[in-house]
């Protein structure tokens, strides 16, 4: 990964990102155009750095609640619309039978909710954060 790509991820401009990090405007603009490249270690733990912070970041995840234990899948999605659609191609896709016990059991639902996103440092992925799922709705209600 380049500078470029890192700050990119962080949607800083040179300058936000060269103050958030303690690194002269000049360097990130001179290794961003190739004019000077920076130590590999230093590159490594900006990238370190910028991973652990993008556990503030969002991502609309659908959810499938299906069991009394609490158990379920999802899918993150990076907008909206993107989330809504798979929602509705879910529900689609269920047979009229399943679709009756969702309606009827407590326990089966979809929905779809902008959630915070954190870094998972065994699995190397990032992960919704279920904890705040209150401004969750049922993307079939839009």
């Known amino acids: 990964m380049t500078i470029k790509e890192l700050r990119s991820r962080t949607g800083l401009s040179q300058i936000k990102f060269s103050e958030k990090y303690g ?3 000049r360097t990130v603009e001179d290794w961003e155009t190739g004019k000077r490249t920076p130590p590999d270690y230093v590159l490594d733990m900006l990238t370190y750095i910028v991973s652990s912070e993008e556990v503030n970041h969002k991502a609309w995840v659908f959810y499938e609640y299906r ?5 379920g899948s999802y899918k993150m999605f990076t907008d909206k619309a993107a989330a809504i659609s798979y929602a509705k191609d879910q529900w689609a896709s269920m047979c009229d039978c399943d679709k009756n016990s969702y309606l009827t059991d407590s326990v089966g639902e979809f929905w779809v909710a902008e959630l915070p996103v954190i870094w998972d440092d065994i699995s190397e992925t990032f992960e919704p954060d279920f904890s705040e799922y209150s401004t969750a709705w049922n ?4």
Request: no cysteine; aromatic share 0%.
């Open 139 to 142: 993307a079939l209600d839009e």
């Open 23 to 25: 690194i002269p405007r």
């Open 67 to 71: 069991d009394r234990k609490g158990s």
